[in-house]
């Protein structure tokens, strides 16, 4: 079984839309960061948490410690977030698969 | 401020040599990790430098490694290359202080190994 599974695989979502993106772990974590890679390669790091919630514009964050779950949430979702989303935890940095997020306008 | 550079960008080797990348971090970082990126394998961790101490290492062979310079630049090599080394290798550096937390990824090394 993978330490970090994330779902879904793959969305696709029209614009305005509210998205939400599931990481689930099965170890002890210190961090659980969210990266977002768009098309050309490019990887921005959106969040570092360890407990609670963060927020950063359109995009929201949280994590619950006791469950081994993080979401990611996109408000009014638009046509730029379209991008490849992937959680990793720990200093050594476990990766997700990534969620593949199209959002249509 | 100047964002995390990596060079070359693109690099084809031959199996059997070596390769040598660069990544300069951003201005005030001290720690810079390295990630391989592959199709079949997705995002991995290779090792992170901080203040010139390699602080973690992932689960790669001994054929890959790294190190960081004083004024916190950082190199990895791969020796011995194999066809299974062609993959994007990013870098990313960062800084932790307090309850503050940024990391930025360099643009890659997309690598060819023939």
């Known amino acids: 079984k993978n330490e970090v599974e994330q779902s879904p695989q793959n969305l696709t979502a029209q614009e305005g839309e509210f998205i939400t993106i599931n990481c689930s772990y099965s170890v002890g974590i210190s961090a659980l960061h969210w990266l977002q890679q768009h098309p050309g390669g490019g990887i921005v790091s959106l969040f570092m948490?360890?407990?609670g919630k963060k927020k950063h514009g359109r995009l929201i964050a949280t994590i619950n410690i006791q469950e081994k779950h993080s979401s990611l949430h996109i408000t009014a979702s638009h046509p730029r977030d379209s991008a490849v989303y992937i959680c990793a935890f720990n200093n050594d940095m476990r990766f997700g698969a990534g969620t593949r997020l199209t959002v249509k306008p | 401020k100047a964002g995390v550079t990596q060079t070359p960008r693109y690099l084809i080797k031959t199996r059997g040599q070596q390769v040598t990348l660069s990544c300069s971090p951003i201005s005030g970082h001290r720690s810079v990790s390295w990630y391989q990126q592959t199709p079949g394998q997705g995002l991995q961790f290779l090792f992170e430098y901080f203040s010139e101490t390699q602080r973690n290492k992932g689960n790669f062979p001994g054929r890959f490694s790294g190190r960081q310079f004083s004024n916190s630049r950082s190199e990895m090599n791969v020796s011995t290359l194999e066809l299974g080394d062609s993959a994007l290798y990013l870098c990313a550096s960062s800084l932790a202080r307090g309850f503050t937390y940024e990391q930025y990824f360099g643009p890659g090394t997309r690598l060819t190994v023939t």
């Open positions: 948490l360890s407990s």
